[in-house]
C-alpha cells in the first residue's frame, strides 16, 4: 500500500476505537489572531489525546500471534495512556515504562486503564533498557511513542478528518515534539488536500526538529525547559524523512507565547488543554502576518493537565 | 400568552442572539455517578453564560420607546455581561453598576461587551440606589438579574433545549443563586416535558433559597461564604412562587463537594466551567442513591472563571 492507502486503512480499522472530535471555532480569537481557524479538539478524544489513534493503529497492525504477547512502550505521558486503554479495548496486555517522576495524574490514569506499571530511573536510556528486559521476558511487541510508521500514521488521521470537514485550509499547524503528530498530518494534508500545507510549532527550549531541520540530521534537546511537557522528545529516523519531506515550515515559539495563547484559549473557548497544545496558536499569534486571512486548522492534541498545576 | 406561550416566543426571539449550546456526556462520569447525565453547556454560550438568554429576552420584550432609553442592571457578573452584549447587539446603551470589589476580569469583560460601568460600595442597598439614579437621569429600563419574568423565561429556554434533543429525562438540575435559571427550567420542564422535574443545587453556605422554601417565604443569606461566587444572592418574589409551585426539591451541598464535582468536570469533560456551574453536579454525587440509574439534565450555567483564582 502507498502512503495514501496507508492513510485510508489506518482511519477505517482505528474508528471504533476512537471518537470523531469536534472542531471549535471563536469569532474572537479569530479577531486577535487576524487569521480563521478551526481547532481541532483531541483534548476530548478517550484518553484524552491525539495519541489514542496512533496505538490504536500500531497494536492492530500487529499480528494475531504477535498481539497475544502483548505489548510495551515508554512513555511519560499520554502515550502511555493510549497504549493501556487501546490494549484493554483490543484485548491484550500492555506493559508501560514510566520514569518515577511522572506526575501521578499520569500514573493514575495508565493503571485505571489497565496498563501494568515498570517504573525506572528517568533517563532515556534506562527506559529503553527497562523495556528490552520486559520484552526478553514477555515477547510482547514494542511501541515507539512516535517513531513508528504505524504510530505516524494513525496520528495523521486527526488531520484527515479536519480536511474531510472543512474545506480549503492553506494550513494546519501541530505542535512538535517526538515528531509523528506532525509527520503524519504532514502525510495526511499531502494525500487528502488541494494545497494545504503543514506546519510544526515547537517550544524554542525544545528546538530540536527546528535545528534537525537546518542542519539536515536529528539533534538533540540539551535542556528540556518548557511547560509544554508532551514535546520534550526527540525526533527519531523514521519520522524525520518525512518531516524533511513534507512538512512547509517550523515554527519556534517563547514560553510566554505558550502561556498566552494557552490561556486565551482557556478564557474563550473554555475547554481544557494541556500545555503543548497551545504551542500552534502561539505561533499563528506570533507571525500574526503569516497567517493573517489564512484558514488554518490547529491540532489540540491533548487535555491531559494536572490541573494542581495550571501555569496560571 | 399562558406560559407555554411566552417560553416559545422568548425561544423564537432570542434565537439570532444566542448559541444553542451543546450537550456532552461522559461514560465515566455516568460510571462515577450511577446516572445517565446529559450536560448542557452553557459555558459554551455567548459571553459565557446562559444569562444572555434572560438578558436578550428581557430587552426584546421592550418597547422601542424604552428601548431608545438603555437599559441598566446591577450586577457582579455574567448579567453584566449579559445585558452589555445584548444591547449592543440590539443597538442601545446598557448601564452597568458593579461593586468596585468585582474581579478585574468581569469588569473587562463587560466594557468589552460595550457596557458603560458605574462603579459603588459592595452592598445591595448602594447599589439599587446607584441604579435608581441612573434610570432618573437617563429614562433606562430597570432589568433585574433574576426576578424579572422575562428574564426568567429566557432562561428557561436552554432546559428547553434539553428536552428537545432528548427524550425522557427524569430531572433536569440547576444551580439556585437568584432563582431564575431554576424558575425558568422549571416551567419548562413543566411545559415541554412528559414527566421531567426540576430540581435546584444550593451550596450549604448560601442555602437562603431552601430555607424559604421550608418557611415559605423568602429568607436571606447572612454571609456569602461560597466559591460559587454567581450564587451569592437571594431569591424575589417574582421567581419564588415560580419556585413553590414548580420545582421538585432543592439539593444543598457542602464547599468540598463543588471542588470535587468541579474537578472532575475538568478532568474528565475537558471544558472549563466556573465554580456555579459545578454545584448540580455535586449535588448528583451527594445523592447518589436518589439519582441512580436516573436521566439527568444537568445545566452548567457558566464558563467565566479569573483563570488564576481556580480552587484547585
Known sequence: MNYKELLEHAHQQIKPYIHRTPILTSSLLNEISGAEIYFKCENFQKMGAFKMRGAANAILNLSEDQRAMGVVTHSSGNFAQAVSLAAQKIGIPAHI????????????AVKGYGGKITECFPSIEVRQ?????????TGAAFLHPSNNLDVILGQGTAAKELLEDHDNFDYILTPVGGGGLVAGSALAANFF??????IGAEPKE????????????????ESTNTMADGLRTNLGDINFPIIQKYVERLICVEELDILEAMKLIYQRLKIVIEPSSAVPFAAVLRERNFFAGKKVGIILSGGNVDLGKLPF
Chains 1, 2 share one sequence.
Request: with cysteine.
Open 206 to 221: 525544545v528546538d530540536d526538529a527546528y535545528r534537525s531541520l537546518l542542519s539536515g540530521k536529528i539533534e538533540s534537546n
Open 97 to 108: 515504562v514510566m520514569p518515577e517522576n511522572a506526575p501521578q495524574v499520569k500514573k493514575d
Open 193 to 198: 488536500s488541494k494545497a494545504c500545507k503543514v
Open 129 to 137: 533498557k527497562t523495556a528490552d528486559q520486559i520484552i526478553k521476558k
